[in-house]
């Protein structure tokens, strides 16, 4: 079955300095979104790429689709204490069901 | 404008026992999803419900585990004879019918979670 598979596990950064994760798909994707959960708290979702390439941005957030739309990444810019959290990736194909990875979980050392 | 109500937030249960956990979706949602978490991992998808229908149960253990979103009221996720494996957090997520390019469609908004421990 489709697999989506994501790295690091764990990263632990000084506050500042940037961060970024890594998605990759065992299939090409209909779609690709990002979610953040906070330690205790629930799925949030962060964005939705669709098209081969897309690139967007959130404030200090960039996210990438791959040409391919098999891989994309999530990098943050001179983390905060705020961006402390497991941030997923979850990938689908047509409407079956999304599928999550195993999540990145960032810890910002102040 | 409620977003996804899940109950009980927290739930001890004895093995053997049997574990009842409800989700009412977003207004104006009418999928619903259930994902299992285990401590320090990821959400494991488990079942996808339309009202009166499961669309796709492929991630649901084939014994104990049951789910059902009745015409009228909650979605329930039933766990009967409960084990100590069962001890994770349930999240209830829902979305409006996906694929049909209705902006947002594809999102899953989330519950708080039902945090099952089994004694």
């Known amino acids: 079955g489709q697999q989506v598979m994501q790295i690091p596990q764990y990263q632990h950064v000084q506050e500042g300095e940037d961060f970024t994760t890594y998605c990759n798909s065992s299939?090409?994707?209909?779609?690709i979104q990002w979610y953040k959960q906070r330690p205790g708290g629930h799925p949030v979702f962060l964005i939705q790429?669709?098209?081969?390439?897309e690139v967007k941005k959130q404030k200090r957030l960039t996210f990438q689709f791959g040409e391919a739309k098999k891989n994309s990444s999530l990098h943050i810019t001179a983390t905060q204490t705020t961006d402390v959290g497991t941030y997923f990736c979850?990938?689908?194909?047509?409407?079956?069901?999304?599928?999550f990875g195993k999540g990145t979980r960032l810890s910002v050392i102040a | 404008n409620a977003g996804v109500m899940q109950n009980p937030r927290h739930l001890v249960r004895r093995r053997g026992q049997e574990a009842r956990l409800r989700c009412s979706p977003m207004?104006?949602?009418?999928?619903v999803y259930w994902y299992r978490q285990l401590p320090e991992e990821g959400l494991k998808f488990m079942v996808y419900?339309?009202?009166?229908?499961?669309?796709?149960e492929s991630g649901m253990p084939k014994e104990r585990f049951s789910a059902e979103f009745p015409k009228e009221g909650p979605s329930i996720l039933r766990i009967q004879q409960v084990v100590r494996g069962d001890s994770a957090a349930y999240f209830c997520?829902?979305?409006?019918?996906?694929?049909?390019?209705?902006?947002?469609?594809?999102?899953?908004?989330f519950g708080a979670g039902s945090r099952l421990t089994v004694l």
């Open positions: 997520a829902s979305s409006l019918s996906p694929g049909q390019g209705a902006a947002g469609a594809n999102v899953l908004t």
């Open positions: 299939t090409t994707l209909s779609n």
């Open positions: 790429l669709v098209k081969s390439g």
């Open positions: 979850a990938g689908r194909r047509g409407n079956t069901p999304l599928v």
């Open positions: 207004k104006g949602h009418s999928h």
């Open positions: 419900l339309q009202k009166e229908n499961i669309i796709d």
